[in-house]
């Protein structure tokens, strides 16, 4: 089983509307949680942590629920500029990725 | 200024031959890594360094070589360069071992065996 399962996708949205994707990790004992950006041919860049508590970055929201070892990434109001493959990501002494997730936004 | 810089970015080689792919951070961070990412664009671990020292080693051939000179450099030695070696391959750092924050991430190398 991988240590990150993703939701692939692809989603593609109209700008303007909301998008929501998921992830399950398989080790209880995760420390860290993240999703990370990735663009065509560009390194991953951190986006945002995850907390239990559930953590807003302007559009951007995301949630972990321990109980479940599931991790969600919510954007409102996609931009075209939201296009991008996005990576579900777990930290127990090393970051180990999902496959990602891609998303386009459309015109 | 660069956070964490690689070279080369590009590499096309012939199967057989030895590479080296270099990498820098400027970020004073203690710990280094390299990652691959394969054409199914899954991001796989291969080694880690913490001052200088090797810390992971996943299960990666013996033909994969890193050197750590200081902790601000590593390095990743290939010998015997085979097509399946093709692939993106990120330098990244961060503060610590199991920083909680995050890594960065250096812009790649693609390497294309022939």
């Known amino acids: 089983r991988k240590e990150v399962e993703q939701d692939p996708g692809p989603f593609n949205v109209p700008e303007g509307a909301t998008v929501a994707f998921n992830c399950t990790y398989s080790?209880?004992?995760?420390?860290?949680f993240f999703w990370y950006r990735q663009d065509c041919r560009k390194e991953p860049k951190l986006l945002m942590s995850?907390?239990?508590s559930g953590n807003e970055d302007g559009r951007f929201t995301a949630q972990l629920n321990r109980a479940s070892q599931y991790i969600s990434l919510l954007i409102r109001d996609s931009k075209l500029s939201d296009s991008a493959t996005y990576l579900c990501?777990?930290?127990?002494?090393?970051?180990?990725f999902g496959a990602g997730t891609t998303v386009t936004v459309r015109a | 200024d660069t956070a964490v810089s690689q070279t080369p970015k590009y590499l096309v080689t012939q199967m057989g031959n030895d590479k080296s792919i270099k990498c820098e951070q400027n970020?004073?961070?203690?710990?280094m890594y390299w990652y691959k990412q394969d054409s199914k664009k899954f991001l796989k671990i291969m080694f880690s360094?913490?001052?200088?020292?090797?810390?992971i080693n996943e299960t990666v051939p013996n033909r994969f070589s890193p050197k750590s000179p200081d902790k601000a450099h590593l390095n990743l030695h290939i010998n015997s360069l085979e097509l399946g070696d093709s692939a993106v391959y990120f330098c990244?750092?961060?503060?610590?071992?199991?920083?909680?924050?995050?890594?960065?991430f250096g812009s790649g190398t693609r390497l294309t065996v022939v």
């Open positions: 995850v907390y239990s």
């Open positions: 990244a750092s961060s503060q610590e071992v199991g920083w909680d924050y995050g890594y960065t």
């Open positions: 360094y913490n001052n200088k020292e090797l810390i």
């Open positions: 970020l004073g961070h203690d710990t």
């Open positions: 080790n209880s004992a995760s420390q860290s």
């Open positions: 990501v777990v930290n127990r002494y090393k970051l180990s």
